[in-house]
């Protein structure tokens, strides 16, 4: 469903994501971990199509991303910025965004998208009025109103609260029992490991471990994780000392 | 890494030749040119006036095709050259308005005249290098700012023929003889030929030199600038 | 969703310029901004020059064009505007339209409500400065479209640009500045003329000329926006 191959990208000389390889079947769901600044986001803004690779090439649903606009037509995206016009309803957001897709019937396709989130009730709210969390669950009914196969999350959870946090965990699962495949980027490794079935870890660039989430020790994992980063930024401010 | 620019300065041989081509210009056309029957000693800023807006709009030139090739094979080299050559442009440029007004004040009595032709295209020409440079020193990512960048003179380049229609048509009726500033006509005798020629050609030289000296520049600047993010800075 | 079919560019343009304009109905900020300073400098115009030297009719033109540049600026910089603060423009790249509709899209929605800001600046015109109400009126109306054509196609690719740098605010109007220079100057010339009453074939040179600038900019900056967003 989504295969990333020896995708790199420099911004001027600096190497943003380095040589990442990844592949992702229907219902798989890929955690991926890593300090700021590893290129997490950057590698979803190259999946999702923001970003084109300085090298590699990028595959949704068979399509080259390149090549297809229609293989966007399958990528939902989320991130920190809820992508909403502040000025429009919440249901005028997601309906926006099914017309972009082609989805026949947008206005129910959008109700039926907030319904999920469980914000329907707001649904002629602008979305100015709503909290930030509320915000966040009308961004993320707007990200898969379209029902898409590759759904990227930039830690997805912050700002929701346990009833958002609820909605987002159910909508995911069904997606992911629906077929399609997930990439969550997140700090939380509680959170990550419970959903995903691969798990990845990344540092400056690349990817640094790999692991099949299932039937991991949290615990060990978790502690695992912190030596490695901790690892990373300890050998990177050595690097600025001994130049500076 | 090597240092491309290490052995060659900024401030080449070729730039001193182009110095002393147009000082020899200078000395030709103050004591060794005769004066003109009608407009007397002002007469004289013609060989600064025509030439500058010659280099400048070579070196708009340089710059739009240095464009067009980096949005093609996106090479930085490109992009380089059309930034050298875009400053250069707006040195030369300046001289044009500069020289414009002081000339036209002495000859028709008028600092601005709009029906000038070549006069009406610099100033507007000279808005467009000065939102080239603003709009680079406004980008900080290298790629994007020499796309944008790009497309923005190619864009000029695309305005010229509109400026110039539209500054004629809408100003045939304001003058209708001689829309470029010219000197008396019918042809320059040969003295003034010969000066009018080599100024030409000296303002050309020197808007090569220079270019190619901001060139250079742009090169230890990005090396520079290469070495800085290899630190880490 | 696998099947649904994502809408072709001309679709997609207009539901972008819909979605502008649904937005921009909602807030009026800079409609009503627009109609504020037409306002003001129609009375400011008339003003400025003594009626025994210059008649009302003869400075109509030249408030005009004013009040159309200055109310497209504040349109056109809120076009992009709009898009940068929670990143719309993002979910707009991710989806499956096509980036020349996009830049149709947006431009169609600039140019509809330059026309809609016009449709109470001329009359007020027209009404401030006793002009007569006829054949003139109507040709000058149908040049200033023209223009605001040419203003829509290159601001609408400056305010993409400039929305994306530091002096995003500067930017626009100086970029436009020598863009605007040959729409403006010949529509100018070609309205001056029909105010005073000369016939449209005197006109018809400067009149293609815009034309002319039209489809050469539309179609320029079409292309060259997506150069400005591909990264």
């Given at each position: 469903m989504l295969e990333v191959?020896?995708?790199?990208?420099?911004?001027?000389?600096?190497?943003?994501?380095?040589?990442?390889?990844?592949?992702?079947?229907?219902?798989?769901?890929?955690?991926?971990?890593?300090?700021?600044?590893?290129?997490?986001?950057?590698?979803?803004?190259?999946?999702?199509?923001?970003?084109?690779?300085t090298k590699g090439a990028i595959r949704v649903g068979g399509q080259s991303l390149r090549d297809d606009a229609s293989a966007r037509g399958l990528l939902g995206l989320i991130s920190h910025q809820s992508m909403l016009y502040s000025a429009l309803t919440s249901r005028e957001n997601v309906e926006f965004a099914a017309r972009l897709y082609g989805i026949s019937g947008a206005r129910s396709a959008a109700m039926?998208?907030?319904?999920?989130?469980?914000?329907?009730?707001?649904?002629?709210?602008?979305?100015?009025?709503?909290?930030?969390?509320?915000?966040?669950?009308?961004?993320?009914?707007?990200?898969?109103?379209?029902?898409?196969?590759?759904?990227?999350?930039?830690?997805?959870?912050?700002?929701?609260?346990?009833?958002?946090?609820?909605?987002?965990?159910?909508?995911?699962?069904?997606?992911?029992?629906?077929?399609?495949?997930l990439v969550l980027v997140t700090h939380n490794v509680e959170e990550g490991l419970a959903l995903?079935?691969?798990?990845?870890?990344?540092?400056?660039?690349?990817?640094?471990?790999?692991?099949?989430?299932?039937?991991?020790?949290?615990?060990?994992?978790?502690?695992?994780?912190?030596?490695?980063?901790?690892?990373?930024i300890d050998r990177r401010s050595e690097r600025v000392s001994v130049s500076a | 890494m090597t240092s491309v620019s290490r052995d060659r300065p900024v401030l080449g041989g070729f730039f001193f030749i182009a110095v002393l081509a147009v000082v020899a210009l200078y000395v030709r056309a103050i004591f060794f040119t005769p004066l003109e029957a009608i407009q007397g000693a002002a007469q004289k800023i013609y060989y600064i006036h025509v030439p500058s807006a010659i280099g400048a709009y070579t070196a708009v030139s340089i710059t739009a095709l240095a464009s067009l090739i980096y949005l093609w094979l996106k090479d930085d080299r490109a992009d380089r050259m059309a930034e050298a050559s875009a400053e250069v442009g707006l040195v030369f440029m300046s001289m044009v308005l500069i020289t414009g007004p002081l000339w036209a004040h002495k000859i028709w009595n008028a600092w601005w005249v709009w029906w000038d032709l070549r006069l009406t295209l610099s100033l507007f020409l000279w808005f467009v290098i000065v939102g080239y440079l603003v709009l680079r020193g406004a980008i900080e990512d290298p790629a994007q700012r020499g796309r944008y960048s790009a497309v923005l003179a190619v864009l000029g380049a695309l305005l010229i023929p509109f400026i110039h229609l539209s500054v004629y048509f809408s100003t045939a009726h304001m003058h209708p003889d001689p829309i470029v500033l010219q000197p008396s006509k019918p042809k320059l005798p040969p003295e003034m030929l010969i000066t009018f020629l080599s100024g030409i050609g000296a303002f050309l030289l020197l808007c090569l030199a220079m270019i190619q000296a901001r060139y250079r520049l742009g090169e230890m600047k990005d090396e520079l600038a290469a070495i800085e993010a290899e630190r880490g800075y | 969703m696998i099947g649904a079919r994502p809408p072709g560019t001309l679709s997609a343009a207009l539901l972008v310029a819909r979605k502008d304009l649904a937005i921009e109905f909602r807030t009026r900020t800079a409609f009503f901004s627009s109609l504020v300073f037409a306002v003001l400098a129609l009375t400011i115009f008339y003003f400025t020059w003594d009626e025994s030297v210059v008649a009302p009719n003869d400075r109509a033109p030249g408030v005009l064009w004013v009040v159309l540049t200055f109310s497209a600026l504040l349109g056109l910089q809120r076009s992009f505007g709009l898009e940068e603060h929670d990143r719309g423009i993002d979910a707009l790249l991710v989806s499956p339209i096509s980036r020349e509709s996009i830049y149709l899209g947006k431009a169609i929605g600039n140019l509809i409500f330059l026309s809609a800001v016009q449709l109470v600046a001329i009359p007020a015109l027209a009404l401030f400065y006793n002009?007569?109400?006829?054949?003139?009126?109507?040709?000058?109306?149908?040049?200033?479209?023209?223009?605001?054509?040419g203003i829509v196609a290159v601001g609408t690719l400056f305010s993409a640009m400039a929305v994306n740098t530091r002096l995003a605010e500067l930017l626009l109007p100086m970029l436009s500045l020598?863009?605007?220079?040959?729409?403006?100057?010949?529509?100018?010339?070609?309205?001056?003329?029909?105010?005073?009453?000369?016939?449209?074939?005197?006109?018809?040179?400067?009149?293609?000329?815009?034309?002319?600038?039209?489809?050469?900019?539309?179609?320029?900056?079409?292309?060259?926006?997506?150069?400005t967003l591909e990264e």
């Open positions: 191959s020896d995708v790199t990208r420099m911004f001027g000389r600096r190497r943003a994501v380095d040589g990442v390889d990844l592949t992702l079947a229907a219902g798989d769901c890929l955690a991926l971990f890593g300090p700021n600044g590893a290129g997490k986001t950057t590698l979803l803004r190259l999946i999702s199509g923001l970003l084109k690779p039926r998208a907030l319904e999920r989130m469980r914000i329907a009730d707001r649904a002629n709210a602008p979305v100015r009025s709503l909290s930030r969390g509320l915000q966040q669950r009308v961004s993320i009914a707007r990200a898969i109103v379209h029902e898409p196969r590759v759904v990227l999350l930039d830690e997805p959870y912050t700002g929701l609260d346990a009833a958002g946090g609820a909605a987002l965990t159910d909508m995911l699962s069904a997606l992911r029992a629906d077929g399609a495949c995903s079935t691969q798990a990845a870890v990344m540092l400056n660039g690349r990817i640094a471990r790999r692991d099949d989430a299932r039937g991991l020790d949290h615990r060990v994992y978790q502690a695992d994780y912190r030596a490695m980063v901790l690892g990373a | - | 002009m007569p109400v006829g054949r003139p009126l109507l040709v000058v109306s149908g040049i200033v479209f023209l223009a605001m054509v020598p863009f605007f220079v040959p729409i403006l100057m010949s529509a100018a010339q070609a309205a001056a003329r029909v105010f005073a009453g000369r016939p449209v074939s005197e006109v018809g040179f400067l009149l293609k000329l815009l034309v002319a600038f039209d489809i050469v900019f539309m179609f320029a900056c079409t292309l060259a926006f997506s150069f």
